[in-house]
């Protein structure tokens, strides 16, 4: 997925917003900034995908605030507070369906994108959200091909909702390969949130997507086992906007399902739902 002009807007919102977590001095502040407009000018075209593109310039502002994880301190948090709620809701998820419904609400914990926020009562949320349902569910064909999956992983704090699903994936017999970061961005899980998290209790095998602080996925920077996964597998587990960014993308992948709130008009727009809306979309 290519870069729009409503992408600039929001992604020197998360670089004020990133550079404000980092440091009160106003001129370094705005210096990030600065610095990181000029990068996104530079490489804003149509050739770069828009994942590659908010990596660099999210790259471009921890250099010149000086931190490698700006985001520590909200993932523990989010961490702290998804690990409460999912002991709350633990008994609502009894089957497969269930367990996508609450992976993708887990998705809402997202500090990438102008104009949204986590509710401050996000047992509250999620009970709604649950209730609801999703605007796509497409649960069932998840279930008819997941003999071997590789799960794509999002958001610090969204991926005790994941562990759940891995849960009811492995229930069915799969076999899970996990990908999470290589190094810190934005609010993404990386394997020591993974590990904390307990996902190595639940999965196969636990690996990373590459390419340090990357969003999204490149294929052309990914480990070898996660190479060897792909081509294995027979169902990709997309979270989130940058992983559906980059997947989109490519061709001759294993199905992918899509699991994701449209938190955006572009994201929105391009999968042809309301912005908001809470989707499982299975793409073969």
Sequence with gaps: MRITDTCRDCLLSRVRFEAELCTEDGAKIEEAVSTSSELLNSLFMDSVPAPVIASAVHRCCYRTVGAVDPYRTLKYQDTRIARDVASKIRLLISDLPSAVRAAVIGNAMDYGVMGH???????????????????????????????????????????????????????????????????????????????????????????TTGGGAELGINLDLIPADLKDAIRQATLIISKGLANYESLSDYTGLPPVAYLLVAKCDPIAERLGVPKGALIARFIR
């Design 117 to 207: 926020s986590i509710a401050q009562d996000f047992t509250g949320y999620f009970k709604g959200e649950f209730e609801k349902g999703l605007y796509i569910d497409d649960s069932e064909e998840i279930a008819k091909n997941s003999r071997r999956v590789v799960y794509l992983m999002d958001n610090t704090g969204e991926i005790l909702f994941d562990r759940i699903l891995i849960e009811e994936l492995k229930h069915l017999g799969a076999h899970v390969t996990v990908a999470v970061k290589e190094a810190p961005i934005l609010n993404d899980a990386t394997l020591d949130e993974a590990r904390d998290a307990g996902i190595e209790e639940v999965a196969d095998h636990l690996t």
